[in-house]
Structures are given as C-alpha cells and as structure tokens.
C-alpha cells in the first residue's frame, strides 16, 4: 500500500511569490492534516481537513490556507513568502477524525530566498 | 498552557543502555500522548502512544511510564541500537481538538557500536 505521497519534494521559491503543496493521504484515509517543521524543531500544526472541511487551525497567518477535494488529496497554500516560511512542511492523514495515530509523508522542503 | 516540554536535547548512548526521553505537559485536557521517530529526510513514524488510564505501556523495546498527577510521560529504548540512532518527539492531544498534535523539541539520540 502506497503510504502518504507529498509533491514536490524539495521547492526554491522568492520572497513575495506563491507556493502549493500536494498531499495524498493513503486510501481509505479521510483525514489530512498538514504541519510546519522548522530545521531543529517539532512539527507545529497548521490545518486539519477531515471530509472536506476544515476542522483545525493552528496559529499561522492568514497567508496559509489549504482545502481538501473530493478523493481526500489536499492543497496547501501560502501566499506572500517570507524568508521565515522555509521549513519542512509535513502531510498527515488517518482515517477518521478522532485521532488513533497518524500516518506523515515525508515531506515539502521549501526554501525561500 | 499548550506547550509540551522535551528533554533532553541530545542522548549519546552505548548499545545496549536504555536511553530515556521525557516530556512534561500543562494541559489536562491532553489525553493522548504519542512518541513519534524521525530520520532525515523522513517524515515522523508513530512509535507507541498511551492514553492516561494506564502508567505504562509496552511495544516490543520501546516503553512509555505515564504520571498523571505529575503530567509528566516518558519514553525507555531498551537494548537500544544503533540503527535507533533518530530524532524523537514527544507529542499530546486534546481529545476534543483530536486534528492537533502539540509537539515537544525533540531529542536527537546517538546510540555507539
């Protein structure tokens, strides 16, 4: 089984521009969640969609947003790149809402200069 | 009050010690604690988790003590080896935000042939 699946892998963008992210949660799984991880740090929390809605935010600013389509993939975007957004952004899913251990792709480097 | 403290930092064991990773929280409405394992380059991997009506749990060599009343919870690698050499997180949620995963530091442990 294929397990969470995150495109790109590694991204260089500009102060200023817009950047997606792609995560396909593994199937079955309604669940995705998406965090930032800052070089040295623990993952902080960004969004959870859970059946196309959104039902987290953490304390990011409104420059992130994301959405969840109708097979579960999910979008992240964020507008405006700081030199500060660079980190690993991570994709997480599970199958249900309640929270029983979550699955995490390996990640988006993204590096803004 | 949403923190979760790690410690420490970095652990440099032989094989074969026991390696031990704490974590302290603040807030009760945690009830679900997970330890998740990170290599480079990868996305973290669920380890063991543990809800707190137990004081213990075990899987295979790893072991999670829970203290309720101290809101303190630790990870023991026994006969760790070097291939446990990796980055672990601690990490807690509240049961009715259960999307969310409050991450500790992280410690970075080395376990010497």
């Known amino acids: 089984d294929a397990g969470v699946t995150q495109s790109p892998t590694h991204l260089i963008k500009t102060r200023g521009q817009q950047v997606t992210l792609r995560c396909s949660p593994i199937s079955g799984h309604k669940s995705v969640s998406w965090y930032q991880q800052v070089l040295g740090q623990g993952p902080q929390f960004i969004f959870q969609?859970?059946?196309?809605?959104?039902?987290g935010r953490g304390n990011f600013p409104d420059r992130f947003s994301a959405r969840q389509f109708p097979n579960y993939s999910s979008e992240l975007n964020v507008n405006a790149l700081l030199l500060g957004d660079s980190a690993l952004y991570l994709c997480?899913?599970?199958?249900?809402?309640?929270?029983?251990?979550?699955?995490f792709g390996s990640g988006t480097r993204l590096t803004v200069v | 009050q949403q923190q979760v403290k790690q410690s420490p930092q970095s652990l440099i064991v032989q094989k074969g010690g026991i390696p031990i990773i704490n974590c302290a929280y603040e807030n009760t409405a945690f009830d679900y604690f997970p330890w998740y394992q990170q290599f480079p380059g990868k996305g973290p991997a669920l380890l063991i988790a543990?809800?707190?009506?137990?004081s213990e749990k075990k899987e295979g060599r790893f072991t999670i003590s829970f203290n309720k009343s101290a809101k303190q919870f630790s990870l023991h690698i026994m006969d760790s080896q070097p291939g446990d050499s990796a980055t672990y997180f601690c990490a807690a949620s509240p049961a009715r935000d259960t999307g969310k995963l409050i991450f500790g530091q992280g410690t970075t442990l080395q376990v010497k042939p």
């Open positions: 969609y859970y059946e196309k809605e959104e039902r």
């Open positions: 543990i809800r707190p009506d137990v």
């Open positions: 997480a899913s599970s199958s249900g809402r309640i929270n029983y251990g979550y699955t």
